[in-house]
């Protein structure tokens, strides 16, 4: 069993920067790999970054490579994405997640969600 708790978010101007943080409470032994993923109105879910248990491995769309930077705290409890140069198309409700390497949208833990409005 995994808690999520999400903090961040808000509304932001195009091309500026905001952080988002997700705490992870774990209940089991499992090693879960972490991420975020991020839905607009009227749009499937969709993956934003990952990265593994160990922090040794990280993923993210295409979309954001390079603007976004995910990664977690030394006792690997927290998670941060930092989000950079931030576009219209950014904004969406994100989701933190939790489960098996490689995270996809039909399974694992969810955190309750955060809006991130980017305005122009």
């Known amino acids: 069993q995994v808690q999520l708790v999400q903090s961040g978010g808000g509304l932001v101007q195009t091309g500026g920067s905001l952080r988002l943080s997700c705490a992870a409470s774990i209940y089991d032994s499992g090693l879960y790999a972490m991420g975020w993923f991020r839905q607009a109105p009227g749009q499937e879910r969709e993956f934003v970054a990952s990265?593994?248990?160990?922090?040794?491995?990280?993923k993210y769309a295409d979309s954001v490579k390079g603007r976004f930077t995910i990664s977690k705290n030394n006792d690997k409890t927290t998670m941060y994405l930092q989000m950079n140069n931030v576009k219209s198309a950014d904004t969406a409700v994100y989701y933190c997640n939790a489960g098996p390497w490689p995270l996809i949208p039909t399974r694992g833990y969810w955190g309750q969600g955060t809006q991130v409005t980017v305005a122009s």
């Open positions: 990265i593994s248990w160990s922090g040794d491995s990280t």
